[in-house]
Nanobody, 123 residues
Framework: QVQLVESGGDLVQPGGSLRLSCAASGSIFSIGTMGWYRQAPEKQRELVATNSRLGNTNYADSVKGRFTISRDNVKNTVYLQMNSLKPEDTAVYYC?????????????????WGQGTQVTVSS
């Protein structure tokens, strides 16, 4: 089964930027839509961005205009460019293929979860 490895998380000041990467061990084109999720301490995991096989994107209202999801189907990698970061963006970020393409409700993924990458936004 496809394995996912997230990277790129760091400690950053408010207003800063980060670029996250998610490397898949198999074809993300075959998988289809990919998404980025996040889980803050003591909160449920939430889906924040999706990218279809052909590159159509959608975002949760909380990140719209600040985050950009992209994918490289040759490198089997999904990216999340995060700009204008806020303290409330602090969370562990994961990638997966969404079961339901909605930004509310259960944030389920079709694939085994990776270890995630920690993003901390703090001065």
């Amino acid at each position: 089964q496809v394995q996912l490895v997230e990277s790129g998380g760091d400690l950053v000041q408010p207003g800063g930027s980060l670029r996250l990467s998610c490397a898949a061990s198999g074809s993300i084109f075959s998988i289809g839509t990919m998404g980025w999720y996040r889980q803050a301490p003591e909160k449920q995991r939430e889906l924040v961005a999706t990218n279809s096989r052909l590159g159509n994107t959608n975002y949760a209202d909380s990140v719209k205009g600040r985050f950009t999801i992209s994918r490289d189907n040759v490198k089997n990698t999904v990216y999340l460019q995060m700009n204008s970061l806020k303290p409330e963006d602090t969370a562990v970020y994961y990638c997966n293929s969404p079961v339901i393409l909605e930004f509310t409700g259960d944030a389920l993924g079709k694939l085994p979860w990776g270890q995630g990458t920690q993003v901390t936004v703090s001065s």
